[in-house]
């Protein structure tokens, strides 16, 4: 088989395909927190590593104003060139999430299954916080969703999954080759395998991402001093069941507020 060593962020078409297989539910959850939190009062939504813009993209077809920010330049393009060819202002740009400027403030925000961890230590992440805080209303709410490291149990080692749209088939695993828990540092294997109807090929990369065990993030959020956790769910994304976080979490959503001061 054909080995590409590459970013799979350079890779937009087949990101998009792999990752989208989540996306109605998580545009379904993120209207129902805008009703229990916010009464329906957001129209404004903003997110941070929107990569392909797939979330953008469905909220916008639903009436939301939308906009987003990502490093990759190519998934950035990948994103405008979808909103533009449906009728959609161009509104993702590329940007530093720990560090950057929104045209407007926002009423929600979301950074769904693990882009957050891709800030690899305090300095960036409070930073990213900070940020947030500044770019959003009074009273707005920032989800956040991603993998803790659970405490009574062993953590997941390995992912696969798959996904089809006409003569493109992807299948992706994901696995862990480091944990280093002193430096709150792991590093993940990840392949996309592609099929098409004239190739076959492979697209490897290594991810690096912050650990967060429950503990960890609460203290995170009070030293931000910005945000509440006001909520928290699993990622069956059921309003109506929210859960207890406990040292034997790990695939959590949390809602923050944004602090009145």
Not at 71 to 85: C, G, Q, T
Not at 184 to 202: I, S
């Amino acid at each position: 088989m054909e080995v590409i060593n590459d970013s799979i962020y350079n890779h937009p078409r087949y990101y998009d395909l792999v990752f989208g297989a989540d996306c109605a539910a998580e545009t379904r959850f993120i209207g129902e927190v805008n009703q229990k939190y916010l009464n329906n009062r957001a129209t404004r939504l903003f997110e941070p590593a929107c990569g392909t813009g797939r979330l953008m993209f469905s909220l916008a077809k639903r009436g939301f104003e939308v906009e987003g920010i990502d490093l990759n330049p190519k998934a950035i393009e990948f994103s405008n060139r979808r909103s533009d060819r449906h009728g959609y202002p161009q509104t993702a740009f590329v940007a530093d999430m720990a560090s950057f400027r929104a045209k407007r403030k926002w009423d929600l925000a979301f950074n769904t299954v693990n882009s957050f961890r891709h800030l690899t230590d305090t300095a960036s992440t409070l930073s990213h916080l900070q940020c947030m805080a500044e770019q959003t209303k009074r009273g707005g709410i920032y989800l956040i969703g991603f993998h803790l490291t659970p405490q009574t149990v062993e953590p997941t080692d390995w992912e696969s999954w798959s996904a089809r749209r006409g003569n493109l088939s992807v299948i992706t695993k994901m696995w862990t080759i480091d944990r280093s828990p002193r430096e709150r540092l792991e590093t993940f294997g990840m392949h996309f395998d592609v099929y098409t109807p004239t190739r076959l090929f492979r697209i490897s990369d290594e991810l690096r991402m912050r650990s967060y065990t429950s503990l960890q993030f609460a203290s995170l959020i009070k030293k931000s001093g910005r945000w509440e956790i006001v909520g928290t769910y699993d990622f069956t994304y059921d309003i109506n069941q929210p859960i207890t976080v406990d040292p034997s979490s790990e695939d959590v959503v949390y809602i923050l507020k944004k602090k009145q001061n």
